[in-house]
């Protein structure tokens, strides 16, 4: 293709772009005054537009490629299923794909999670952990526990159910009349501890916060549903070291169940390969979605215990169905995704290798922890929110409506590096595929962006 002829081909894909698509949380008056970037191909961690410009994929897509991009094993995989089978119902038939996907899933996922249901992506994944835990305590006659329990700041997807959970004021407020009622304890958001708390000082008052709502709730409440380690939508909250484990203590002394979202912190994201390990907790229901077929082909799961499980057995006709199914669970070709990339996590030696490119990613860092504009970088494993602010000391953040974090993205693109941001938080998803100097090299383009971001906003704000 000559020079000529791929520009034409972008302005052809642009204006239709423009015309026929509807992005998803996309202000779309804005995106339709600008240019987009429209990838057109891709390979290992870079992506590359139809204007042949080859971007570093920090954020990993949408949080799920986790291998990069074009990857042989994994390509290989979903053309050998295509000469199978490409889709084929769990409705009262089985698949060999989905069989071998939930074997080699249950090898990675904590021990005493024994059952697999697919789904087709995070948010319906916790749609069924909700009506599992609800069903779960009917079918058990403890029939008054028909509530939850969720932290704000939590987000856990956009189907209604997963919105009613979700804690970000700013996606979900409009839905509120929609939704079912779910009671919200405070966040564990150490930066800005909504309990005016100092770190020096803590003795983790946002427990007693969720205790206090167990406690008004007595004997209601059917689950507490929460992200472990890190609330990723919200800005990259870390949650203090202990929170995670008492709060499974809780649970059990409540008789209500844990629902863990690991559908961002699954898959190596946190460092292990789920977040749950670092607390050493078991949580009775645990879903996952986005890695789990290295971000090839939409699939989710809820994983469940054996004894949640039991609750639903029992002869027909009495109730004991789990009313709920997608035309897509278990899809083979992205079951056979699913297994070629846990595969990939062993033959890779994948989790073996991360301690040192977490390490790498935390010195290149620094530089960024000691700006004048950055008020903290939250880092776990390779997930890491660089929180812009106003003014260091004070934790002023910037207006909403200045973008900072948009900015700063608009900036780090010029520059070569995909990012997305969460309001005034910088992102940084990397694959757990890119090398030390990439990681280096990412982390690079992230200070120099947010560095020529705020100082340009700060000019304005000036002004
Ligand atoms: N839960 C968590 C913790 C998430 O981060 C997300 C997506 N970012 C979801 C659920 C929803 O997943 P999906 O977009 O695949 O529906």
């Known amino acids: 293709m000559t020079d000529a002829e791929r520009l034409e081909r972008h302005r052809r894909l642009w204006t239709s772009d423009h015309q026929h698509l509807w992005h998803p949380f996309t202000q779309m008056q804005d995106w339709l005054a600008e240019e987009p970037l429209i990838v057109d191909a891709a390979e290992g961690v870079h992506l590359v537009d139809t204007k042949g410009r080859r971007y570093l994929d920090g954020v990993s897509s949408l949080w799920c490629n986790v291998h990069g991009h074009r990857v042989k094993e994994l390509d290989d995989a979903v053309r050998a299923q295509l000469d199978r089978v490409a889709h084929s119902t769990l409705l009262g038939l089985a698949s060999t794909a989905s069989i071998e996907a939930a074997e080699e899933l249950l090898r990675w996922t904590p021990k005493g999670l024994t059952r697999v249901f697919f789904s087709d992506a995070g948010a319906t994944a916790v749609e069924v952990a909700l009506k599992m835990a609800y069903q779960h305590h009917q079918l058990r006659g403890d029939t008054g526990r028909s509530e939850f329990v969720a932290l704000r700041g939590g987000y856990h997807g956009d189907t209604l159910g997963s919105v009613a959970v979700g804690g970000i004021d700013l996606f979900h407020r409009i839905f509120k009349p929609l939704l079912f009622p779910v009671h919200h304890a405070p966040q564990p ?37 929460l992200e472990p380690l890190v609330q990723g939508a919200d800005g990259m909250i870390t949650q203090p070291p202990g929170y995670l484990k008492r709060l499974r203590e809780l649970c059990d002394r409540e008789g209500a169940l844990l629902v863990c979202d690991e559908v961002a912190t699954g898959f190596g994201r946190t460092g292990t390969m789920f ?96 700006h004048p504009r950055v008020g903290e970088v939250r880092q776990r494993g390779l997930m890491v929110g660089i929180e812009l602010v106003r003014d260091r000391r004070t934790k002023e953040p910037y207006p909403y409506a200045a973008r900072a974090g948009d900015r700063a993205c608009r900036e780090a693109r010029a520059l070569g590096a995909v990012l997305r941001p969460l309001g005034n938080v910088l992102v940084l998803m990397p694959p757990l595929a890119m090398t ?12 120099t962006a947010l560095d020529r971001a705020t100082g340009a906003l700060d000019r304005e704000l000036a002004a």
């Open 189 to 225: 958001y150490c930066y800005r501890c909504p309990l005016g708390k100092e770190r020096a000082s803590c003795h983790l008052e946002c427990v007693d916060a969720v205790e206090q709502v167990f406690a008004e709730r007595r004997g209601k409440v059917a689950a507490l549903v």
């Open 275 to 370: 977040a749950v390990e670092q607390e050493g907790v078991l949580p009775d229901l645990m879903t996952v979605a986005k890695g789990i077929t290295g971000g090839y082909l939409p699939l989710a799961a809820t994983l469940a215990t054996e004894r949640v499980f039991e609750s639903f057995l029992g002869p027909y006709p009495d109730q004991k169905t789990f009313f709920h199914g997608h035309t897509y669970c278990g899809n083979p070709l992205a079951c056979a995704a699913a297994v070629a990339s846990l595969n990939l996590f062993r033959s890779r030696r994948i989790l073996e290798a991360l301690p040192g490119q977490v390490a790498a990613l935390s010195r290149a860092l620094a530089a960024a922890a000691e």
């Open 436 to 447: 030390e100097a990439q990681l280096g090299e990412l982390a690079g383009i992230a200070l």
